[in-house]
T-cell receptor, first 113, second 113 residues
Framework: GENVEQHPSTLSVQEGDSAVIKCTYS??????FPWYKQELGKGPQLIID?????GEKKDQRIAVTLNKTAKHFSLHITETQPEDSAVYFC????????????FGGGTRVLVKP | DTAVSQTPKYLVTQMGNDKSIKCEQN?????MYWYKQDSKKFLKIMFS???????INETVPNRFSPKSPDKAHLNLHINSLELGDSAVYFCASSQDPQEYEQFFGPGTRLTVL
């Protein structure tokens, strides 16, 4: 089955700096890679996703890159703000298998004002 | 106007008891999921239903039994609760199994004493 590894497990950045979280996956059949943000006491919320036919996607301060050959994908947050502080999860899924998301272990991001 | 709701939010019970967690979505989605998040924040899928039919059933003890009375509801019944069942359980939904985005509920924190 799919295995997703996520690094780092914790990340502390100064407000205004950039944050980068990296994930690797094992199953070359995976074709969908979402990123979720989980705030304290809440459920995960999708912030951006990328499909296997695209190498990069950007939405305002958030961008995701995908390298299918190396089975790597990364989340980039620019101009970080205190409200970006949360736990971020990457995930991978093969839609033909029923959209079963396999999550990485999470990254706790702390943005210091 | 809650999209995915769960009840109860907190559940504290004794070992050996039987309990249920309810989930409802008002998004008109066909597919619903149950995830378990352990104390280390690791998120893992348990079940998925599409139009009341089970499509994903991970390696979960048969003490856990999902029930979908209609496509807007997916309840989780747990028999003979064990200490290791303590976790946060999240319900999620998506338009269908081939639709990418999954919307998560707020979670139910289960504590088994």
């Amino acid at each position: 089955g799919e295995n997703v590894e996520q690094h780092p497990s914790t990340l502390s950045v100064q407000e205004g700096d950039s944050a980068v979280i990296k994930c690797t996956y094992s199953d070359s059949a995976s074709n969908y890679f979402p990123w979720y943000k989980q705030e304290l006491g809440k459920g995960p919320q999708l912030i951006i996703d990328i499909r296997s036919n695209v190498g990069e996607k950007k939405d305002q301060r958030i961008a995701v890159t995908l390298n299918k050959t190396a089975k790597h994908f990364s989340l980039h947050i620019t101009e970080t703000q205190p409200e970006d502080s949360a736990v971020y999860f990457c995930a991978a899924s093969w839609l033909a298998a029923g959209n079963k998301l396999t999550f990485g272990g999470g990254t706790r991001v702390l943005v210091k004002p | 106007d809650t999209a995915v709701s769960q009840t109860p939010k907190y559940l504290v019970t004794q070992m050996g008891n039987d309990k249920s967690i309810k989930c409802e979505q008002n998004l008109g989605h066909d597919t619903m999921y149950w995830y378990k998040q352990d104390s280390k924040k690791f998120l893992k899928i348990m079940f998925s239903y599409n139009n009341k039919e089970l499509i994903i059933n991970e390696t979960v003890p048969n003490r856990f039994s999902p029930k979908s009375p209609d496509k807007a509801h997916l309840n989780l019944h747990i028999n003979s609760l064990e200490l290791g069942d303590s976790a946060v359980y999240f319900c999620a939904s998506s338009q269908d199994p081939q639709e990418y985005e999954q919307f998560f509920g707020p979670g139910t924190r289960l504590t088994v004493l």
